[in-house]
């Protein structure tokens, strides 16, 4: 395969409640708040995942099993749908470059239990359950956070929101 730039590839910006799978070479944009963004990669078969979690958890009472139509603006069923699918590949957990963004603090509160918090909390609780390594990190405090993850090489480009502070490369 050719080198691609950055700006050459085909882009897709996810919202809210996504989760994008791709084993293409794309731009994937998001912004973040309280919501929380977890990638993973696999750099074997450039298998890569993205999901933009805007709750913690679902509160029903059975595992949707892929059927539900909101699950993926809940940060555990998203992580669980992409572990999923790279096991169903024969993908093992040590082999998955994961990256975790975002669960800021955005509205003044004096609460410890935010919306944030508590998104952080369980991505890494699930990421603690199935032993995923994080590689990277950007997490809470109280500005946001604009992505962009080149999902062929795993890359993800971070821009601090509130203090113009720029990341380059996790």
Do not use: W
């Not at 791709?22 to 074997?44: A, D, Q, W």
């Not at 078969?45 to 993205?50: R, T, V, Y």
């Not at 992409?82 to 024969?90: A, P, T």
């Not at 944030?116 to 405090?141: C, F, P, T, W, Y």
């Amino acid at each position: 395969m050719t080198l691609l730039k950055c700006h050459e590839l085909p882009m897709r910006y996810l919202k809210p409640g996504e989760v994008v799978v791709s084993e293409t070479p794309t731009k994937i944009v998001t912004v973040l708040g309280s919501c929380v963004s977890v990638t993973m990669f696999h750099r074997g078969s450039g298998l890569a995942a993205i999901c933009h979690g805007a709750l913690p958890s679902c509160r029903r009472d059975k595992l949707c099993g892929g059927s539900c139509d909101d699950m993926f603006k809940y940060v555990d069923c998203s992580l669980l749908y992409m572990l999923f699918v790279f096991r169903k590949r024969g993908i093992p957990g040590n082999e998955i470059e994961v990256k975790l963004f975002g669960g800021a603090d955005t509205l003044a509160s004096k609460r410890e239990n935010t919306i944030g918090s508590q998104n952080v909390r369980i991505a890494l609780h699930i990421m603690d359950l199935e032993e995923l390594k994080i590689r990277a990190a950007d997490v809470g405090d109280a500005f946001g956070r604009k992505l962009i993850f080149i999902s062929h090489t795993g890359e993800v480009f971070l821009k601090r929101l509130k203090d113009g502070t720029n990341r380059t490369k996790s």
